[in-house]
């Protein structure tokens, strides 16, 4: 079955460093989200992406997050300047269409930032 | 309480016995979806209601969803020690586009 596929699995970096998680959503989707998990708290929206522009973003989602689609088959989220508080995990998730509700996640990278 | 509340926190139950987990949420919805999480892995996608539904099921998983109180519930039939996860409810809200907001999930053990 198509997956959702993150790269890389554990991120560890130092505050005040660039990250970028990588992500490869399934093949024929048109609908991409970013998502996080704060440990022990709820899974939290971040951004959706559609036909190469932010269709919806959350508060969370501020001026240091950036969301990328280089290629035609990765989508990107990039933190410029990482904080403590970004430690998370992140998960990237996809959908056919906006018909079909179910969301594909992929299994997610653990940022951790020292 | 905040949108997409999941109880109990957590439930323990033996193999075969069946597992309830109740989630409420505050504003109208397009659905509520039901996701599960092994610990340290991704969300699988269970099982979906639309707001003009009131029942459905797969397999062993029983979803109901009453919009006048704003709540639904997972029933999961005959437990197996692989179904120890966390599940999520998650709403898809009718002036959200197309994002989920999701509850604090309840983590089932099932001891066998």
């Known amino acids: 079955e198509p997956e959702v596929t993150q790269t890389p699995s554990h991120q560890v970096t130092q505050m005040g460093q660039e990250v970028i998680l990588r992500c490869v959503p399934i093949?024929?989707?048109?609908?991409f989200y970013w998502y996080r998990q704060i440990l022990g708290q709820k899974v939290e929206f971040l951004v959706s992406?559609?036909?190469?522009?932010?269709?919806?973003k959350s508060e969370i989602f501020d001026d240091q997050f950036s969301v990328e689609r280089p290629d035609g088959s990765n989508f990107t989220l990039k933190i410029r300047s990482t904080k403590l508080e970004d430690s998370a995990m992140y998960f990237c998730?996809?959908?056919?269409?906006?018909?079909?509700?179910?969301?594909?996640f992929g299994s997610g990278t653990q940022l951790s930032v020292l | 309480s905040q949108q997409g509340e999941e109880d109990p926190q957590a439930l323990s139950i033996q193999e075969g016995e069946n597992a309830t987990m109740n989630c409420s949420y505050k504003?109208?919805?397009?659905?509520l979806q039901w996701y599960r999480q092994n610990s340290g892995r991704g969300l699988v996608h269970l099982i979906l209601?639309?707001?003009?539904?009131r029942e459905k099921h797969s397999g062993r998983l029983r979803v109901t969803l009453d919009t006048s109180k704003k709540s639904s519930s997972l029933l999961i039939t005959a437990s197996r020690a692989a179904d120890t996860a966390s599940y999520f409810c998650?709403?898809?809200?009718?002036?959200?586009?197309?994002?989920?907001?999701f509850g604090e999930g309840t983590q089932l053990t099932v001891n066998p």
């Open positions: 998730a996809s959908r056919p269409d906006r018909v079909s509700e179910k969301l594909f």
């Open positions: 093949s024929n989707h048109l609908y």
């Open positions: 992406f559609y036909n190469n522009e932010i269709s919806e």
């Open positions: 504003t109208s919805i397009n659905n």
């Open positions: 209601i639309r707001s003009n539904e």
């Open positions: 998650a709403t898809e809200k009718k002036t959200s586009g197309s994002r989920l907001t």
